[in-house]
């Protein structure tokens, strides 16, 4: 640590005064020194140098880090140390000694570096390993239609966040492992800088190319870190009442901050569904009931409330399916949409149903299986329907 530059007015008894602006000329103990010529001394040089231990500033003529023939001393006041200011003057010899700034300025420089170093957390991604046991990939339906009903089209997103600018990320289609014509678009979310999403219109791909087994990749290079992985597989069909049947959906849109992406899904409204073989419905209005019994021991009725729920029910199914349910499309929610596309249903009136989740998911097991089901239990969105006296 030192002052970048002195200037220094010095004038020796029977000398004229000379004004020398000094730079450093090497370290000693971490602080820069300065040397002038001193004539007196037959040609030789004075030497100012920091001596930290008592916090002064020495002028010597024996050289640096001697405190023999001191001619001046300053008591340093300044943090970090810099030779400006009242020198005390300790030899007969010298007549005048002034050190002042230089014209730019004093310049207190450090040894120390400042760099920042941001942080980045890569995408989380899981391959399987194949520990023997003989099961296909796990592969999510899809329909498509061009009708404006929703519940007859299904799409699906994915997302990634970045570190800065310089990252790169595309999402890209493969059917039967050749890139297809249709190519997602990505979308910056409105409050996370450096991240993105793409939502897949099936349909879209329908009409581009057509009904069949899809692959959607996504490909980043982060800080430099560059890697591929599947996002997931997909079997597409047009939406027909056969090829829906045995089937169900769940559609959601989500709109808060997702902790675990540690992403801020707020009013970018991302939209994502899961197509499953399953069952929605059994529906229950859990009737809420307030009666009063007057005088006469008459009751009479003063609110009546269906408050419905409905059962989300898989039928045994892989890995992939149950975590998008549960960790994606129920944990996520802020607008959820309930299809039964079963012939068997006792109601054909779950097309895109307004609900809530209103308990966990359950989840079950079978012994001697990867596969498991789920139960979750939904309540409708808006409560109500209810009669009651105004």
């Given at each position: ?16 005064t ?8 090497g ?8 040397e ?15 001596n ?120 890209k ?28 219109n ?86 809420s ?55 068997h ?40 329907q ?5």
């Amino acid at each position: 640590m030192a002052c970048d530059c002195l200037k220094l007015t010095f004038r020796e008894q029977g000398q004229s005064t000379e004004v020398y602006e000094l730079n450093p000329v090497g370290q000693y103990l971490g602080f820069d020194y300065f040397e002038f010529p001193f004539f007196s001394g037959g040609g030789g040089l004075l030497t100012i140098w920091y001596n930290e231990p008592t916090n002064q500033w020495i002028m010597t003529n024996a050289g640096v880090g001697s405190l023999s023939g001191v001619v001046a001393f300053l008591d340093n006041e300044e943090e970090p140390p810099c030779a400006i200011g009242k020198w005390s003057i300790a030899s007969p010899k010298i007549e005048e000694l002034l050190v002042e700034e230089c014209e730019q300025g004093c310049i207190k420089v450090e040894d120390r570096i400042f760099r920042k170093y941001d942080s980045i957390r890569l995408p989380r991604v899981f391959e399987e390993e194949d520990r023997g046991f003989a099961r296909c990939c796990c592969v999510v339906p899809v329909l498509a239609s061009s009708s404006s009903d929703t519940w007859k089209n299904d799409k699906t997103s994915a997302w990634i966040k970045l570190s800065s600018l310089t990252d790169i990320a595309e999402a890209k289609l493969y059917k039967d492992g050749i890139e297809t014509a249709y190519s997602p678009t990505a979308v910056s979310f409105v409050n996370e800088p450096f991240a993105f999403y793409w939502t897949i219109n099936w349909n879209d791909v329908l009409n581009s190319d057509g009904a069949g087994c899809y692959t959607l990749k996504i490909s980043y290079d982060i800080s430099g870190v560059e890697l591929t992985f599947t996002w997931g597989i997909y079997d597409l069909k047009p939406f027909t009442t056969e090829t829906a049947n045995f089937t169900a959906r769940v559609r959601a849109i989500y709109n808060d901050y997702n902790e675990v992406e540690q992403i801020d899904f707020t009013n970018s409204m991302v939209e994502d569904s899961c197509r499953f073989n399953g069952f929605i419905g059994n529906r229950q209005p859990n009737m809420s009931t307030d009666n009063l019994i007057y005088q006469n021991r008459e009751m009479k009725k003063v609110i009546r409330e269906n408050l419905n729920t409905y059962e989300i029910i898989t039928d045994p199914t892989c890995e992939g399916i149950i975590r998008k349910l549960t960790d994606n499309l129920l944990l996520s929610e802020n607008d959820l949409f309930l299809s039964d596309y079963n012939a068997h249903n006792h109601s054909y009136r779950f097309n895109d149903l307004p609900a809530i989740v209103e308990s966990s998911p359950e989840i079950t097991y079978y012994e001697g299986s990867r596969e498991a089901s789920l139960k979750c239990v939904a309540g409708d969105k808006f409560k109500d329907q209810r009669t009651y006296y105004k």
